[in-house]
């Protein structure tokens, strides 16, 4: 006998949820998910690059890409490793509609190109699991 398929559940943005999670984890850093035409460091930018519905259409599979400017190249290992840590920790964290019940890092930090001379920026891509609350 075929199983019907569940309703269509309507996911939450994830980029809301994590910038909103690492505002709370950074201080005063600016984590935003789309940049302002000129970058002021220091910055953290989330943007999802892909994913998938997973296990039923009941969680979202989402990939993120992080990137982090500062003015120092020990100032952004720093900034960066502060948000490796905050996703890292990210499992149980619930807001704008969405709980994330699994974390884990595709690719850790490494340099990504920058056109400005007086910044420095490194990313990192990591993966959530996400449901709606």
């Known amino acids: 006998m075929p199983v019907p398929d569940l309703?269509?559940?309507t996911f939450p943005d994830v980029e809301l949820?994590?910038?909103a999670?690492?505002?709370t984890q950074l201080g005063t850093v600016p984590v935003v998910s789309i940049?302002?035409?000129t970058v002021v460091a220091p910055v953290v930018r989330v943007r999802r690059?892909?994913?998938a519905w997973k296990f039923g259409?009941?969680?979202?599979e989402a990939r993120l890409d992080v990137d982090c400017w500062a003015t120092s190249p020990v100032a952004l290992n720093?900034?960066?490793a502060s948000v490796r840590t905050a996703l890292e920790a990210s499992a149980g964290h619930a807001a704008e509609g969405g709980l994330i019940t699994y974390s884990t890092e595709l690719s850790g930090p490494a340099w990504r190109p920058e056109k400005n001379p007086e910044l420095y920026r490194k990313g990192l891509t990591h993966q959530l699991l996400i449901r709606p609350t």
């Open 7 to 9: 309703p269509a559940v």
């Open 17 to 19: 949820i994590v910038t």
């Open 21 to 23: 999670y690492l505002r």
């Open 35 to 37: 940049l302002p035409a």
């Open 49 to 51: 690059t892909g994913g």
């Open 57 to 60: 259409k009941r969680l979202d």
């Open 78 to 80: 720093t900034l960066i």
